[in-house]
């Protein structure tokens, strides 16, 4: 395992005493950690805490002479190979989301090129706060930070939903690439995007799909420690860290990859690409020119992906996607069983501000003899709630056949 740099900014949550814990556990694995503390953060914890745990220097303040007279914030910018913020106040989120450079640790976040890591750590109501999903919803559209969590449970307040921190285990975990994830050692193959069906050499038909469900789930999948390959249509999104990314632009592109990839091994196939349903029965070789008043394209079936890999001997824990208008949840558990799939990710594309081309999706998930909804959240956000359910019911075979789990409590 690489050791790292790891600065850690600690903020003014209730869950700070926690990250004590964290510098323990990164110390142990070999990383040089630094610690920067918030205002907010000094009122729940001590530097010398830190400092002891660490064996470094902890930086409160920005305008603290001394250490600014070498520019201490850009030295310690230029020094992470990795900065966590554990626990991400829902007041530092803002912060960040915005571009502030109002303390030290907004001002090593606005100077550093290091990846940021954000545990966000909150009250549920304050999670759930349209203002603060916002904030969330800037982040993940930002490809230096990544959202690690939150968790969902009980709370210090006594309420209970999201917005609890990672555990210390889990977050030293991500920073040493997946660790004891709750999908290492699995291979996950996911398609995302839409396909491209050419017409003749300039047009083709095509779909909205933006892909950003199927990279969210890549990205989780792989946070979650499993090694991922994406197959993916035409989209504009970077390739996610540590996933291989397979660009395919037709359906049957799609059907040939994701045979390939489930081939060289697959423990869960996850289908959220848009495939198209039709393509033109034939491809013009020329541009086809404007004459006649109407024009009829003949369209023929596109191969399913998703079925065909379900259909295997050898299938993997197959999950689908049902983008719905009507009658949600009957189109989609009919589409689970017709393709024999272990589970269906089933959303209302008809409700404004979700699903489709994005940033927010609200979902119901089934599989045999159990549902459960999760949403509206950032796609980052939800997919690491999916991904957790995932690996949660393909724990237990392809029909969920088995004892009683957390899960199976949400049954209807
Ligand atoms: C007892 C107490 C507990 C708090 N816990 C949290 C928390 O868990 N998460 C959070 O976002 N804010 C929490 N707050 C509010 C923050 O401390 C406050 O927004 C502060 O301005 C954050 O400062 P910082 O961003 O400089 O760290 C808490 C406040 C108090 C008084």
């Known amino acids: 395992m690489a050791q790292k740099r790891i600065l850690l900014g600690v903020t003014g949550g209730i869950a700070a005493y926690k990250?004590?814990?964290?510098?323990?556990?990164l110390k142990k694995s070999g990383h040089a950690v630094r610690v920067v503390l918030t205002r907010g953060a000094e009122a729940f914890v001590t530097p010398l805490?830190?400092?002891a745990l660490s064996g470094e220097p902890v930086r409160t303040s920005l305008l603290d002479p001394e250490a600014e007279s070498g520019m201490g914030h850009i030295e310690l910018a230029k020094w992470a190979d990795q900065v966590v913020i554990a626990p991400a106040s829902a007041d530092f989120i803002a912060r960040l989301a915005n571009g502030l450079a109002d303390d030290l640790l907004t001002t090593l976040c606005c100077a550093t090129e290091a990846p940021i890591a954000v545990a966000p750590a909150m009250n549920q109501a304050m999670w759930r706060n349209t203002?603060?999903?916002?904030?969330?919803?800037?982040?993940?559209?930002?490809?230096?930070?990544?959202?690690w969590?939150?968790?969902q449970g009980e709370q210090a307040c006594g309420d209970t939903g999201p917005g609890r921190m990672l555990e210390?285990?889990?977050?030293?975990d991500l920073v040493n690439g997946g660790g004891d994830g709750v999908l290492t050692g699995k291979r996950v193959v996911i398609t995302a995007g839409p396909t491209r069906?050419?017409?003749?050499?300039?047009?083709?038909?095509?779909?909205?799909?933006?892909?950003?469900?199927g990279y969210a789930l890549a990205a989780a999948a792989r946070a979650a420690g499993a090694r991922v390959v994406l197959i993916s249509g035409?989209?504009?999104?970077?390739?996610?860290?540590?996933?291989?990314?397979?660009?395919?632009?037709?359906?049957?592109?799609?059907?040939?990859a994701a045979g390939r990839a489930v081939d060289e091994g697959c423990d869960i196939f996850i289908a959220a690409a848009a495939v198209a349903d039709y393509r033109p029965g034939a491809v013009a070789e020329q541009k086809i020119k404007k004459s006649a008043d109407d024009m009829t394209l003949a369209l023929v079936r596109n191969p399913d992906t998703l079925a065909t890999v379900a259909a295997r001997e050898d299938a993997p824990y197959c999950?689908?996607?049902?983008?719905?208008?009507?009658?949600v949840a009957r189109y989609a558990t009919d589409k689970m069983v017709r393709k024999k799939l272990a589970m269906i990710i089933a959303n209302d594309v008809s409700q404004p501000g979700i699903g489709f081309n994005s940033d927010n999706n609200a979902v119901t998930v089934f599989w045999p003899g159990g549902q459960r909804s999760l949403g509206p959240a950032a796609k980052q956000v939800l997919a690491a709630d999916l991904v957790q359910l995932i690996a949660e019911r393909s724990s237990q075979g392809r029909d969920g056949a088995a004892p009683a789990t957390q899960s199976n409590k949400d049954q209807p």
């Not at 035409?234 to 799609?254: F, K, W």
Request: no cysteine.
């Open 149 to 151: 969590g939150p968790d």
């Open 234 to 256: 035409p989209v504009s999104l970077a390739a996610p860290a540590g996933v291989e990314v397979r660009p395919v632009t037709t359906a049957e592109d799609m059907l040939a």
């Open 197 to 213: 069906e050419p017409i003749d050499p300039v047009r083709y038909i095509t779909n909205h799909s933006s892909g950003k469900m």
């Open 19 to 25: 990250s004590a814990e964290l510098v323990r556990l």
């Open 168 to 172: 210390p285990q889990v977050l030293a």
């Open 131 to 147: 203002r603060t999903q916002r904030n969330v919803r800037l982040l993940a559209e930002d490809p230096q930070v990544t959202l």
């Open 49 to 51: 805490t830190f400092q």
């Open 319 to 327: 999950v689908g996607f049902a983008a719905e208008t009507t009658e």
